[in-house]
């Protein structure tokens, strides 16, 4: 059993990043776009991957940047030592459903002590957010009452800190009709099929973080 365990672990370690980790998901007619970053953070570049996955972000403003879990609770930390990973935060473990199914363990919660585990020591990380996305493998009501025409779903907001001063990432959730052809590929296979694959390296992360931890 703590052989395989291990295996587990070493595959976690090793996997191809999750670049694709919802990435079906995009081919249904999704798309979050970012519209501004408010305020401006000079030296800061973000953008959203694969339809309505991930946001990317590519900090060389020389600020720490925390950006906030769903509870408010710090999350990210891009800064001058590298990317760090709040392991008490919520968010990491419930970024590892497309629809945040996932259960946090005991040890996270919005009011629990941060701590911060390091990711990378480089400037540029993507993470999965469930605040750019539609939280439900069924498409809203007016998509399925006319799903051949776009439509506006929401507009979202991520919030985060530049040295501990608020600034919001701001964007857009629109859906655009996919060619006919794509949609002939079974739609609740695609969300199954992109659901399995998982939410990316901080997803990965996490759950080598709690099998090392039933090893202990």
Known sequence: MRKALAVVVLLACTLAPGAEAHYGTGKLGYRSTIDAMKPRVPGTQ??????????WMDNRSGKTIVIDGYGGEPYLRFGPQGIFVNVNSPAGYLNQDRYGKSVPPKSASVTATPDWQKLTGGKVWAWHDHRIHYMSPEF????????????HVFDWRVPATADGKRFFITGS?????????????????????????GAGMVGLFFLRRVILRSLQ
């Open 46 to 55: 973000v953008k959203v991957l694969y339809g309505d996955d991930q946001v």
């Open 140 to 151: 809203p009501p007016k998509i399925k009452a006319a799903p051949r025409k776009p439509h």
């Open 173 to 197: 959730l629109d859906y655009k009709p996919p060619p006919k052809e794509s949609q002939s590929f079974p739609v609740a296979l695609v969300i199954a099929l992109a659901a399995l694959i």
